[in-house]
């Protein structure tokens, strides 16, 4: 029986293939204020601003790949049982061809009606004011912003209760609900956190830093930890 790592990922994840992030811009965001285009009240005053902002996000995304951390996840599933819950939207882990994975905060490839959250469809190509889904409802990005609730967040502890290994990528846990994933761990599990820049948590005290870059520290997981645990 392999054990179960969990595996959570942040902007940190995704720096390294290029792909911008708002994590340490001072609320900016590609030169735009995060609560314009990454809040429900945003959307609210001005619809087309942030339709027009996830356009650029997903033909920025087109341009980048997945880089070497996401293919270590992957090949670390001939030694663990892995979940990865991401907090990143865009889908990098799909296309290194992890196995399970839930996006906590949506994904960027996919749309849905603004007044049938479940009717859902992928899509690369721009979406406009007036792309209306099956049920007449506006289309809007798939993406859950501040203000929102965050519909994947029981999925989400119920797995990392299950967790053996719970392991964070570029995540500073700073952003709730996902840091409060670390009070579903169970205490009998190991903690790992990879993040050129360590921080303080108060929730657990046992967590074992790996101060890289996402790739360097998955690989140093993987050559000291992987196969002693």
Known sequence: MKKKLVVLTGAGMSAESGLSTFRDSGGLWENYNVQEVASIEGWYKNPELV????????????KHDPNRGHHLLKELESIFDISIITQNVDNFHERAQSTHILHLHGELTKVRS??????????????????????????????????????????????????????VIGSSLQVYPAASLLDFVPVTSKIFVI??????????????????GASEGLEYFKEHYANTL
């Open 51 to 62: 339709q027009n902002f996830y356009n650029m996000r997903r033909a920025e995304l087109q």
């Open 114 to 167: 603004e007044t049938n959250e479940s009717l859902i469809y992928d899509t690369l190509q721009d979406v406009h004011m007036g792309d209306l889904a099956e049920d007449g409802g506006q289309l809007r990005p798939h993406i859950v912003w501040f203000g929102e609730m965050v519909p994947e967040m029981e999925n989400a502890i119920e797995i990392t209760q299950n967790a053996d290994i719970f392991l």
């Open 195 to 212: 993040d050129p820049k360590p921080f303080r948590t108060s929730l657990r005290n046992d967590i074992i830093f790996i101060q890289k």
